[in-house]
């Protein structure tokens, strides 16, 4: 009796082991196509998360089956084949991934390539005769765990093939982690080493137990498959986490939080669902319930509980991660900062809770407009065109008084509104010589003053529509500074995401490559400058660019015209899309780079053009060429990642 109820443990086990294999498979394909650029790498991990997802969804599926019945059978059949996907060509795409690992070392052999291809060939030939033939694997048979297939007359050719394969992978994985020399890469690639272990040699007995379902006893035959199961979802996570550093342009801590975030909300959620629908049906079969109905609220219940609990889990999860309280608060960051939407709807509610607080109808906040020398309007409640007047005409000389008034202490505003032209006027407090703007509410006529409670709340209101003010004028400053510095900061990710690895073929792709050298920028800024011919063109580091040497057909092989056309395109790019703030900073980098270097017109005439001094014209040009750098940057990795060339190691 108890050996009957663990062999029913046991098989149920395996079960839920090989469905949870198959969904964290599955779930990592997904994750590594979607959130990683196309290399060897990748695709690699790809083919064996593939294989890897059909194996174990047959054997799932299959193992399902417990009944002699027709029907039963004919399904058992069907997962079978599935099945035999994975079974013929896992252990190619093990040789295959093994290979890519050695040659992101360095070790680069034909010999090892030829044998890639040919495994793969092979393993075809092993799926075909899987599939229209029962001299590899026969029907099902019901055993102790569900069903199983039989064994053909060149199945254990079938198991030699397999076994040789998957232990030769093996030895590469080794031989990987010795060729690395640093001790953080060595301890990465004996994690990989250390997963690959269990599942490799767990995959030997789950191939024999075909070969003893007569000749082994019950209680010892169901461990056999048991074993082929155990292991797999830890290395298809390991395999996962090392390919999700390949060719990504991102920080170790982004990669890393990006991948277990989707583990847990993804294949994490996925198994406990698994579970229970599982275990509730045999659960209430044993204690007499309505299992389906139960099974439902379960599966909801744990789906909602799930995710709150992730939630509430998600700092401690960051702190775990990053280790760092900097890290953890640039992280909450972008719950703090205001948007000029945020601000709009601040605005908006302090102008209403102050018109309705003195029970007027209209009013407006107007915010100094650097353009014009005047005021714009920010936040307007009752009728707009009644405001622009009071801007456009007297009231413009109001302001002006106010802002010369609001510089000195004690000049009697804050606290005590202005009345002009049938509003009164607050202006907004500030730190600098000019108060950041004014906001202005209707002055009835026969309202000649506030009451003291009704100054009180309006102060209050104005001192918060200052801060926000003034605060987002601070944040828009310091978010063009980090626009400035954006490109350097992904050119130095990108060199790490480059050296993950000691690589002669990496290294030498860092010195062949402009792209991933300190003088990209300096080159960017030659090419421009010689834009229309000249030594700087000619004989530019960006013509070896790929999407350089892609333009060269379109441009009569000329390699100065393709570079001249492929930096008119990032130029292009930084065209803003919306035209109806011609002065804007976008549009003013925009003209700067259209008519200093596409159109090769004088300074002079630029600055006269745009309004502006030549110091500030010479500091928007560096902005702008190094926009255009980035913008290049972009148009480059886009070619390469869509050729499948992108952060090959």
Partial sequence: MVTTSLVAACAILHLFLASADAIVAFSLLVYVATHTPRNTATISFSVVAFLVAAMWLGEAGHVSARSADTQSLREAVFWLHVQAVGLALLPAAYIHFSDMLLRSTGSLSTGRRVVVVVAYITGAAWLALMLLTDTVMAGPVLTVWGSHFQTGTLYPAYVVYSVTLTLWSLYNFFRARHRCLTTSLRRRMGYLSFTFVVPALGFIPYLLAALMLTAVPEPLLVLFPLAGSIGVVPMIVVLAYIVSYQGVFLPDRVVKQSLINYLLRGPFLGVVVTFLVIAI?????????????????????????????????????NRLIYQDEEIVWLE?????????????????????????????????????????????????????????????????????????????????????????????????????????????AEKPQQRPDLSAEEMEIVQVLVDRASIAVEDVQLQRSIVQTLKGVAPEIEQVQQWGSQLRFASPSALAQLEA??????????????????????????????????????????????????????????????????????????????????????????????VQELAMSESDFYRKERAAIREVARALATIERGYMNTQGEGGRS
């Fill in 332 to 440: 909450e960051l972008n719950q703090r900062l205001l948007t000029s939407a945020d601000l709009n709807e601040l605005l908006n509610n302090t102008l209403i809770a102050v018109c309705e607080v003195l029970r007027v109808r209209s009013g407006f906040i107007a915010v100094p407009d650097r353009r014009t020398g005047g005021y714009s309007l920010q936040a307007v409640v009752g009728p707009i065109a009644k405001a622009r007047s009071f801007l456009e005409q007297d009231g413009i000389k109001t302001l002006a008084m106010i802002s010369q008034q609001g510089a000195g202490e004690g000049n009697g505003n804050n606290g005590y509104p202005l009345a002009s032209d049938g509003y009164w006027l607050f202006p907004l407090a500030g730190q600098g010589d000019e108060p950041p703007g004014v906001l202005a």
């Fill in 281 to 317: 049906p045999r659960l209430g079969h044993v204690l007499d319930l309505f299992s389906d109905r139960f099974l439902i609220f379960a599966v909801v219940f744990i789906i909602v509980v799930l995710q709150a609990a992730l939630d509430r889990l998600r700092p401690f999860i």
């Fill in 513 to 606: 490559d402009p792209l991933y050298t300190p003088e990209f920028h300096r080159a960017v800024r030659d090419a421009l400058s010689h834009y229309w011919g000249g030594p700087k063109l000619t004989g530019n580091p960006l013509l070896n660019l790929r999407v350089v040497q892609a333009a060269l057909p379109e441009n009569n092989n000329n390699p100065s015209q393709a570079l001249r056309a492929v930096l008119r395109q990032s130029v292009e790019t930084l065209r803003p899309a919306d035209d109806r703030d011609p002065m804007a900073n976008e549009w003013i980098l925009y003209n700067i780079l259209r008519m200093r270097f596409l159109q090769g017109k004088r300074v002079k005439e630029i």
